[in-house]
């Protein structure tokens, strides 16, 4: 999935917007493995749950 991931992430302009909870984690195993840099946010659940990264 993390190299899928990175040859999307090649093939398409910057900055890239990933919200998909599948692209998440491949992009947070990219980033331990010092592969990509990427700013990631973590959004709140509207209905009161706890933080979801990548969840809108």
């Known amino acids: 999935m993390p190299l899928a991931l990175l040859h999307r992430i090649s093939h398409e302009c910057l900055p890239l917007i990933l919200t998909s909870n599948d692209d998440i984690e ?6 331990q ?3 990509v840099k990427a700013t990631m946010q973590v959004v709140f659940d509207r209905r009161g749950g ?3 990264p990548g969840w809108w």
Do not use: D, E
């Open 26 to 31: 491949a992009t947070s195993i990219l980033v």
């Open 33 to 35: 493995a010092g592969h």
């Open 50 to 52: 706890g933080p979801q």
